[in-house]
């Protein structure tokens, strides 16, 4: 158990809708990652925040926003979505404090039909 | 931007032989290399890390190895056993220490130890 919590573990919508993923990093982290992992693009970063501000971005569509809280939990919303969105969403925090080392969540995975 | 290629991306070996993953970045300011282990359905889990100031690190029967001349690093797993089995990521991260740390990752090599 690396400490990160993610809500839900399984999401199945419709093409179109939108969703909401949540993700608690581990105790003392200010920083986290949200990853994205398919079948044939691995896993590709997408957003980064550290205590509350947007740190970098990767490669996020426009339909995908993300926040990260007073109390450090983040979300990471995903709209209008598409049959592609369909993947394992991972978030991962750090302290970036002495290190950079990343832990990982269990992840979420989310189906569009 | 960042760029990480991870080769071979299957390898199978026998019970007790070593195994060696390769990844080449192509951004010389990278400074931070961790290896991740996934099951199926799993989360990565860091199982070594490696930062451009050191040019070795051992952990036991793995162990990675850094040549930031030639921009590539390895992963070496010695006596496998099939519970070594899973997909293994490596990954490379830009930006100075304590204020940035985005993770680019490889395609990922599927290792599968047969007993």
């Known amino acids: 158990d690396s400490g990160v919590t993610q809500t839900p573990k399984h999401l199945i919508t419709a093409t179109g809708q939108r969703v909401t993923l949540r993700c608690s990093p581990r105790?003392?982290?200010?920083?986290v990652y949200w990853y994205q992992q398919s079948l044939d693009q691995g896993l590709q970063f997408l957003i980064q925040?550290?205590?509350?501000?947007?740190?970098a971005k990767g490669n996020i569509l426009e339909r995908f926003s993300a926040q990260q809280f007073p109390d450090l939990h983040s979300e990471l919303n995903l709209s209008s979505l598409e049959l592609g969105d369909s993947a394992l969403y991972f978030c991962?925090?750090?302290?970036?404090?002495?290190?950079?080392?990343?832990?990982f969540g269990p992840g979420t995975r989310l189906t569009v039909l | 931007g960042e760029n990480v290629e991870q080769h071979p991306s299957t390898l199978s070996v026998q019970e007790g032989d070593s195994a060696v993953i390769k990844c080449t970045y192509s951004?010389?300011?990278?400074?931070?290399f961790p290896w991740y282990k996934q099951e199926l359905g799993k989360r990565p889990q860091l199982i070594i890390d490696?930062?451009?100031?050191?040019g070795e690190k051992k952990d036991q029967r793995i162990a990675v190895t850094l040549n930031k001349t030639a921009k590539h690093f390895s992963l070496h797993i010695t006596e496998t056993q099939p519970e070594d089995s899973a997909v293994y990521f490596c990954a490379a991260s830009i930006g100075p220490w304590g204020s940035q740390g985005n993770l680019i990752f490889g395609k990922g090599t599927k290792l599968s130890v047969k007993p």
């Open positions: 951004d010389s300011a990278s400074n931070y």
């Open positions: 490696i930062r451009s100031n050191v």
């Open positions: 991962a925090s750090s302290t970036l404090r002495e290190t950079d080392t990343q832990y």
């Open positions: 925040y550290y205590n509350g501000e947007e740190r």
């Open positions: 105790s003392g982290d200010l920083s």
